[in-house]
Structure formats: C-alpha cells, structure tokens
C-alpha cells in the first residue's frame, strides 16, 4: 500500500513540478542563446537588463514555489475535505508521513540540481568557474574528499529539515478550529528563526569544536588552506548534527499529532 500511495503523490506533485521547471529551463536556454551571448560582446541594453531580472525572478519562484507546492500537497491531502477520504485509506500516520516525506524530498533534491542547471546554462560561459574549483580542490589537498562529501550531506539534509519544518509547521495548524493555513504560516516562521538561531550556533560551535585536528594545539603545524579545510569541516560537521537533531525531532512531532491529535473538523 505504501508503494500505491508514493505513487499517488508523485502524480499530484508532478503535475505542478514539471511545468514550473520546465519554464525554468525553458528561461535559461532563451537567455544563454539570445541574451548571454550578447552581452559578452557589449553592455546589455535595457531589454537584456529586464531578461536576466526576470531570469532571477524565474529561480526564486522555482525554490519558493516548490516549497509552496509540497506545503500545500501535504496539507490538503491531509488535512482539508480531502484529508477525509485520505484517512480512511489502510495506511497508518506513518505509512503516510513516510510517503510525502519522500516524495517531497525527491522534488526538493531535483529543484536544487535544476536550480543549479539552470544557472550554469544561463551563465557559465567560459572555463574560469571550473579552474577556480580544480584550485579549490587542489588547496585542500587530501581534505578535499571529506570537504565535498560533509557539503553534499549538509545540503541534503538541509532540504530534508527544510521539508520536515514545512510539515510540521502544518500539523501543528490543523490543531487550530480556524484560520489554520495562517497558523501553519506562523509556526514555520517560529521554526524558521529557531533554525537559524541553531545554525548559528553550529557555525560558532563548529569553530570551537575539534573534531577532525585541533588547531589551538602548538604541537600541529598547518598551513592556511589546511587550517581553512579543518576549520570547515568541523563546522560542517557540527551543523549536520544540529540539523539530524531538528529532522528527528521534526517527524516524531509530526508523527505523534497525526496519530493522536488529528483534527479535521
């Protein structure tokens, strides 16, 4: 049944998704083509202006708006009229959180890579961007493998939080009697600061901790960029702990009103 039901919301989301993309897309290639190529040559004339702000205008409304999207999936399917009929599927609370969960982290990992495509279509135009990442590579030394792997972790979990703060934050809303899609708006605005408040803490504490060398030791001698690598690494690494804290704590809320408190009245 849980096969069925990652099924039925990849549909629902992909119906929205795709064609959001696609006109993301569709945006870049229009612009390396007719715009980017032009303005390598001379100063933009104000129509190009206008191109590459819209451009801009096209990302932003790509990463809100799948946001937006699986927030609203989530809720509807769960909490509104249609929440009714979902509910009376054999699937349990976390056959269903599990579903969305998924689902929603698939569509969150694509719009990031798309995100990034788009971007390197629109306005990579020569090879000094991959210089500066093969020297990038080649400072950090035997650190660069942990480096790019910790990164890799940290946005992924990033997007995971992320997703995990929208449900939540829409759970807690059904609780209200009224105005409950504003109360959700609230409650992920409450966590939204938390989180940060957290990520900044990771960012503090990631200096202080040493998890991979202690640099304030005399006895360790390093150079700049190896100093740099450890130093980024062991924040990195604080903040993925901070943020597998927020997930854990995210599903289990959410799991634990859906099974004991659903309102959908």
């Not at 039901?5 to 007719?34: E, M, N, P, T, V």
């Not at 990771?202 to 130093?231: E, K, M, P, Y």
Request: charged fraction near 5%; proline fraction near 1%; glycine fraction near 6%.
């Amino acid at each position: 049944m849980l096969r069925k039901l990652i099924k039925h919301d990849f549909k629902s989301l992909s119906r929205y998704l795709i064609l959001l993309h696609a006109f993301l897309l569709i945006i870049a290639f229009i612009g390396r083509i007719f715009v980017i190529s032009n303005v390598q040559t001379g100063t933009p004339t104000a129509l190009e202006t206008l191109y590459m702000l819209t451009f801009v205008i096209s990302l932003v409304s790509a990463a809100i708006g799948t946001s937006v999207i699986i927030g609203m999936h989530f809720y509807k399917s769960l909490y509104s009229t249609q929440g009714y009929l979902s509910w009376t599927l054999p699937v349990t609370a976390n056959q269903h959180l599990l579903s969305k969960t998924l689902v929603g982290f698939f569509w969150a990992v694509v719009n990031m890579l798309l995100i990034w495509l788009a971007v390197v279509i629109f306005a990579f135009t020569s090879d000094a961007g991959l210089e500066a990442i093969k020297a990038g590579i080649n400072a950090l030394g035997s650190h660069a493998f942990p480096a790019i792997a910790l990164t890799a972790i940290y946005f992924l979990l990033g997007l995971l939080t992320t997703l995990m703060m929208i449900y939540v934050a829409a759970t807690i809303g059904q609780l209200f009697n009224n105005h409950r899609v504003l109360a959700s708006v609230i409650t992920y605005g409450f966590l939204y600061v938390i989180s940060q408040i957290l990520t900044t803490l990771g960012l503090v504490g990631g200096s202080q901790t040493f998890f991979f060398a202690d640099l304030s030791d005399s006895s360790i001698t390093v150079s700049n960029n190896l100093q740099g690598a450890i130093l980024y690494q062991n924040v990195l690494l604080t903040s993925i702990i901070i943020s597998i804290i927020q997930l854990v704590v995210y599903y289990c809320i959410t799991q634990y009103i859906m099974r004991r408190k659903l309102n959908l009245s």
